[in-house]
């Protein structure tokens, strides 16, 4: 019940295209999901995060959309740059404690 | 803000020595965590601490690894003896519980080799 399941496990998306990438969770008591970003050789950095108390958040090309009833939230990246590409790592917390769940992350290749 | 601070980037090592990795939280964070990655098994959460006590050390593998938080400032995770299925690249992330959403701030992480 503490996993967060990410699809797909890799994406190749063109240069001005939009990226998808989605999380399932099944611990109701999660009440935080972040995005992580991580380029090859530095530690992941977080990109954007939302509360189940909204259905989307949106941080200039990056948006969260969040389905609370099915337990499931995804990652979008319009109009995706090259320098977009990098391993996305959802992730989720519940109410109480400092814990985060990962999921096992998209690799994103955004060619040019 | 220097960020969270780890040492050594790198550490190659032979099977059966003890490793030593060492991080500095961010100033004024009061949570640090310590994960490995690995193509394999992902980003997994090793250990947690509180205020400098340990939380959660569930994730630890086993009986060779340890990790402790002399103060606020400083923590090491070793490992002994060390196998080499311990390599990894292996984070430390600090955060403030206090704040509003306790956001985790990743180090650049120490890449492991063991021989």
């Known amino acids: ?112 | 803000d220097a960020g969270v601070i780890q040492s050594p980037r790198h550490e190659v090592t032979e099977m059966g020595q003890e490793v030593t990795l060492r991080c500095k939280p961010i100033s004024g964070h009061n949570s640090l965590f310590w994960y490995r990655q690995t193509m394999m098994r992902g980003l997994e959460l090793l250990i947690y601490f509180n205020n400098n006590v340990p939380i959660d050390d569930s994730g630890m593998p086993e009986d060779r690894f340890s990790a402790k938080m002399p103060n606020a400032s400083f923590s090491t995770l070793k490992i002994q003896p060390s196998e080499p299925r311990d390599s990894a690249v292996y984070f430390c992330a600090s955060s403030f519980a206090g704040s509003r959403y306790n956001e985790q701030f990743f180090g650049p992480g120490t890449r492991l080799t063991v021989l």
Not at chain 1, 74 to 103: E, K, V
């Open chain 1, 1 to 112: 019940q503490q996993q967060v399941k990410q699809s797909p496990q890799s994406l190749i998306v063109q240069k001005g295209g939009i990226s998808i990438i989605n999380c399932a969770y099944e611990n109701t008591a999660f009440d935080y999901f972040p995005w992580y970003q991580q380029f090859p050789g530095k530690g992941p950095a977080l990109l954007i995060a939302i509360r189940p108390d909204v259905s989307e958040k949106k941080e200039g090309r990056f948006t969260i959309s969040f389905n609370k009833s099915a337990k499931q939230f995804s990652l979008h990246i319009m109009d995706s740059q090259p320098g977009d590409s990098a391993t996305y790592f959802c992730a989720a917390r519940g109410t109480s404690g400092s814990r985060l769940t990962f999921g096992e992350g998209t690799q994103l290749t955004v060619n040019p």
